[in-house]
């Protein structure tokens, strides 16, 4: 994910493979997302468990 938010800089990204991730560790992993989503411009969105989103 980072590497793409940083090549391709897309308008909008969507962090779908956390399930390795715990809920804990999604705080951290969520933030980290947001920074790298920030510098390239993106608006990124983090789901939790059972979210989804229709594209």
């Not at 969520?30 to 229709?54: N, P, Q, Y």
């Amino acid at each position: 994910m980072v590497d793409y938010l940083r090549e391709v800089a897309p308008d909008r990204a969507y962090s779908i493979h956390d399930a390795y991730v715990s809920e804990t560790g999604m705080g951290p992993v969520g933030m980290f997302l947001a920074d790298e989503a920030e510098r390239s411009g993106a608006d990124i969105r983090v789901f939790g468990a059972g979210e989804s989103i229709e594209v």
